[in-house]
């Protein structure tokens, strides 16, 4: 027994033997497993850190330029506004369009650069707006990069052009003969002045159109009242139109129409001539006018309402290019660029 159990010893002994070199070597590639492990950690890690640096840069970047482009559609709205503002008195006045272009620009949270107003011929001489507006932009990530604020331009250009067909028309003549249109310096804006509704040189003929083209008595006093009130749904040109015969100012629905209108624009048709009698006379319009309504007075056959002319933006549309017509002040405002 002492024999067999010295060989069972020797054979344990030897396998014992023979396992520790074996434990030995697996612990060995487990340590170089975990030191790969913890150096490739290591490069992915400065790798990261590598790349946060310019996704950051980029990010603050477009945050930034997100905020530019909103200060930019600002000041590109107001450019627009101050551009259409200073066109509503050209190519009358570049003085006053200039201060119109001026004071809109402010409203919008715009300034004008210097040298940032100019006039140009489209059409007419003076009959163009260009402005440019100028701001500044705050910088917030990238002032990292040394960027503390951007500044920014805006242009427009506007132009005004006559009244060829006009929208919206009101249904009372006016004689292109008026002071205030044919007198010396004149179309003359902003002055009192009064417009008659009494017979205009031809039977039966009272300063009243029938905008729609008919002729005779079709157009009774609900219809001229709502043209008075709402204008004529549609689009005009110059050329002949038929008078409305008869006093129908003294209705009361005209009288309300007027009254409702009290402090606003109407668009008046300007004739050259009346032709005819009764339901067949005939008005030649040759351009269209503004009238600021203050007051009327409707007594029998005899009226008159008071206010002034004043040059005023209209729907319509626009004249064609070298028109002959006379310029009364109502135009047509638009962007061009």
């Not at 010295?6 to 612990?27: D, F, I, N, T, V």
């Not at 009959?127 to 500044?151: E, H, L, Q, Y």
């Not at 242009?155 to 060829?164: F, K, M, Y």
Request: hydrophobic residues 40%; glycine residues 14%; contains cysteine.
């Amino acid at each position: 027994m002492s024999v067999l159990w010295s060989a069972r010893l020797s054979s344990e002994a030897r396998r014992s033997s023979l396992w520790r070199p074996m434990a030995g070597h697996s612990k060995r590639r487990t340590r170089r497993w975990w030191v790969r492990a913890a150096e490739e950690r290591g490069q992915v890690l400065v790798l990261a850190v590598g790349l946060m640096v310019p996704l950051l840069g980029f990010g603050a970047l477009t945050a930034d330029l997100g905020s530019w482009y909103h200060t930019g559609r600002s000041l590109q709205a107001a450019a627009d506004a101050a551009a259409l503002a200073g066109a509503q008195a050209l190519p009358l006045d570049t003085g006053t369009a200039a201060g119109l272009a001026n004071q809109y620009a402010a409203k919008n949270g715009g300034t004008i650069a210097p040298g940032g107003i100019s006039f140009s011929q489209a059409s007419a001489p003076n009959d163009s707006i260009t402005v440019t507006v100028i701001g500044t932009a705050p910088s917030f990530f990238a002032k990292v990069f040394g960027i503390n604020s951007v500044t920014l331009h805006a242009s427009a250009t506007a132009q005004s052009n006559e009244l060829g067909q006009a929208f919206g028309v009101a249904p009372i003549t006016v004689s292109k003969d008026h002071p205030m249109l044919a007198g010396s310096g004149c179309p003359c804006f902003g002055q009192a002045t009064s417009i008659p509704l009494d017979k205009t040189g031809a039977p039966g003929a009272f300063g009243l159109i029938n905008l729609d083209g008919s002729k005779g008595g079709n157009g009774g006093p609900n219809t001229l009242a709502g043209w008075i009130q709402n204008g004529y749904n549609g689009y005009l040109g110059l050329g002949d139109y038929p008078s409305n015969p008869g006093a129908k100012f003294n209705a009361s629905q005209m009288q309300a129409a007027l009254t409702a209108r009290i402090g606003t624009i109407l668009l008046f048709p300007v004739y050259s001539s009346l032709s005819g009698n009764g339901a067949n006379a005939t008005y030649n319009v040759i351009g269209w006018a503004g009238f600021y309504l203050t007051s009327f007075d409707a007594r029998g056959s005899s009226g008159d309402i008071y206010g002034h002319f004043t040059q005023v933006a209209w729907t319509g549309i626009e004249a064609t290019t070298n028109t002959s017509q006379p310029d009364y002040g109502a135009r047509i405002i638009k962007l061009t660029q």
